[in-house]
């Protein structure tokens, strides 16, 4: 389901087939309810035809693969900093750099006022925002599960351990609950007076 060379995501439209969507093309991320292993998340994406369409994503396919790894068992090792002597080039160069203190994604927790480690299925709702290609993501910090919303580039959303140095925070601590998020995240974009922060890890 994910292609690393391009990537991106192969999902299906209504219209065209399979389809290659990058994760910031993705629009909403809800787990669904219910004992799924691996967790299963219902998604929207905005698709190359010009209209949003649902999808579902597995965890490891979300976190996981676009680090070359396949399961959360190897993700289990890497957090335990034991890998997997089996394990891929890609996974391995994936272990180092986190064990160096790099991660795949950060943003930046503004009710901690401080960065944070997270993976993409810690985002909530993203979107395209303004003329320079930025992109808008509200993320639900893993550490004290509150929701921020940060604007970055899209490379920061796409692409593994390519992380802004320097992001667009909302000063604001978003409501959890999915529908008041997704009304306040709309109108605070539009309007909204982003703070930088700098998104540096160490
Ligand atoms: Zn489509
Ligand atoms: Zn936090």
């Known amino acids: 389901m ?18 290659s969507v990058r994760l ?17 998340y219902r998604i929207v994406f905005a698709c190359g035809c010009g209209e949003e369409h649902p999808g579902l994503v597995p965890h490891d396919e979300l976190d996981l693969a676009p680090l070359g790894l396949e399961e959360e068992r190897s993700f289990v090792n890497l957090m335990t900093s034991h890998v997997d002597p089996l394990a ?7 272990a180092q750099r986190i064990k160096a203190g790099e991660w795949p994604w950060s943003f930046y927790c503004w009710p901690e006022d401080r960065p ?42 796409d692409l593994p351990f390519h992380n802004d140095r320097e992001i667009g925070v909302l000063p604001y601590v978003f409501p959890a609950d999915a529908g008041r998020m997704l009304e306040e995240f709309r109108a605070e974009l539009d309007s909204g007076s982003f703070d930088a922060r700098r998104l540096s890890l160490d």
Request: aromatic content about 6%; overall charge positive.
């Open 88 to 94: 891929v080039e890609l996974t391995e160069l994936a």
């Open 24 to 40: 910031s093309r993705f629009r909403r991320l809800d787990e669904l309810p219910g004992p799924h292993h691996p967790a299963v």
């Open 116 to 157: 944070r480690p997270v993976f993409p299925s810690a985002f909530r709702l993203l979107t395209e925002s303004g003329p320079a290609g930025r992109v808008g993501v509200a993320v639900c910090c893993p550490a004290c599960g509150r929701v921020s919303v940060n604007l970055v580039s899209r490379e920061h959303v």
């Open 2 to 19: 994910y292609d690393a060379l391009t990537t991106s995501y192969r999902l299906s439209c209504p219209r065209h087939g399979e389809t």
